[in-house]
């Protein structure tokens, strides 16, 4: 009945998410699954949700259930204020605005700021998420060089030189694909970078609170905190099923994105608001933060173990202090593609990682492993099986 | 240091709500605001969704705090499907999609389907959380013309054999700003109109249910089924904090909106999507709907009886079955802005109905009360002081 012709120009830009079709693949019985990025749920306070509901409808009553405003619930903005200043990020309660899910800020920002044909620097690869909300505003990509240690200063000051772009997209910690993070003596460089060439900086660290080993490093918004857009999630370190998330910066950039959202969805829910504030009130995040990470690390180690013992010399991977992903490159000239259907065929899943690059072509050599929704056992024996598949690869 | 420049085109589409910073005035200590739209607090079940919340816990354990699809939590999805037969909508569960608040669906519309400079067809005054989402998109507004029996047929005829439109955006029943409900005989004209012209309806049909008097009248999308997209939200009938939105519509449409919505936020929150099912599969709405209308049933009658009293014979207003509002129009001359002015004042706000016009100019002599919010006798003081103030602007 209708057809593409009642469709917007820029839905044009909204193809079908191959990874979501991936996503459909893992679901198949039987399939040990390492290409989602979902927390573990045996990492969630469930018990504790039920007695955080209580108390948020005991404290608040009907506040909770009403409509509120789109800058967010004042408690939690309040908690966030002071929970933010212990991770380096100093802003005041009515600096820091809630969204549903960091996924609503990365929409928003896209609404308020791209012009189709606008640039917009990120990582290569970059967060999916982040490419799809910004894809129906039109961006033209322009792609940071990378290394082991994430992005490249000199690549951002080229580019800032050489364009004028409209922000700069980054994940310093833990990268989502990569698990790269960016060293401070770097996070120092790119802060001066953004304040000399007065560019809009995109800080999203959704990661951070996920190290299992080593020191932290500071966000890059301490180093500018006049540029840097910081925007962060409790979707790791509480329940991704909640849909919340924050974000603190530049308040010309804060009003717009604001008013953005109330054309969006009005406000985040109320009541999951209050529950991320008592979460934080009740000292809970504290308690529960040393769980989650006793259940990732013991994974994570398991992998990088079975993948020094089953992969090929041939191929490299990131070793990440902290988050859900490990990135694995082989040789230049393979095509992970038809590994992937092999591997599918074998019961074992992940995400190939040219999906990843905001300019397609690039990355077929490569992939993401997640770690944090199987046991360790379960994990080894896939590595172990994916390990055969990529042997015989370079046979 | 951030200025105009560095936003999007579209960006300047998105004026400060005028009627933002009125709800900021009612806000003020000891105004009695006529001018919101929010549900009384006492009309939520509270007590109730802390139950829920433990019955959601029980029986889905972490699945309602992971995230979950794009398209909605099955469970509420069945139960939807199941209780809008009950209001004359047939739809499988699979047909139905979940959305952040109805709110939520608005600006998918916009983004799936506006084009800048694309025909929209609205009422005329009509909802204006509507005219936000859609706004950032660009559309040119052509207006329905009403009389008080809502949309007249005959004008959609007229509009659609003259322009190309993208889709017509209805609230049927209970109309925001109006109150107004187009009877069924015109439902069924402008159902056959679109079917004759292959247009797209969206019927927004969030106060059917608050209906205090009169008989049920069928929803549009019964007519048409292949050519309304129907939406609603438990933000009357439960609780509008939980931002719980639905729609069932025709399936070309749909699939665009879900690729919409997983760049504006993934999905809608799994926990209060798993409240709203067993709000509905316990049959707990069926016993709350009768304590809400309870409520505010003696509320409308109060504030119409006071009307009559108290209101100078040049205005005339709806006498609306249901829903929330009350919509006055005074002498053709009148600027309802000084009145505005003086009744804040006197600590009495009301919206001034030209800002529901989707093309400027109209509406001056207009405004629009509500009455869910405060108690019979608050209700009848303050149209008694509202009356005064306009006997005065008529001496």
Redesign the interface.
Known sequence: ???EE??????KN?G??AI?EILKVVMQPGMVSLAGG??A??A?P?DL??NL??TV?EKY????????TTEGFKPLREQLASYLSGVGVTADADEINIT??S??L??CLG?????PG?KVVVESPTYL?AL??F???GPDYIELETDSEGVVPDSLEKILWEHKV??VYLVPTFQNPTGKTIPVERRQKIASIIRER?T?LIEDDPYSSLRYRGTAVPPIHKFAP??VLYTSTF?KTF?????IGYYTG?E??RK?LV??K???????????QALASEYLAGGHIQAHLPKIVNIYRPRQEAMLEAMEKYFPRTFNWTKPEGGMFIWVEGPKDLDLDPIYQQAVGEKVAFVPGKYFFALPGSGKQTMRLNYTMKDEDTITGAIRTLGAILERSQA
Do not use: C
């Open positions: 009945m209708f057809s009642i469709l917007a120009s820029r839905t909204m079908a998410s979501r979902m927390p749920p045996e969630f469930t949700i039920i509901a209580r409808l009553s009907s506040r909770a259930l009403q409509y509120g549903s899910g996924q609503g990365l929409d609404k308020v700021l791209i012009s606008d998420g799809q909300a894809a129906p505003y409209k922000f007065g809009l006049d540029q979707s329940a991704p099923g909640l849909r530049p010309f950039i717009w008013l953005a109330q054309g969006v969805d009005l406000h985040t829910s109320t009541l999951n």
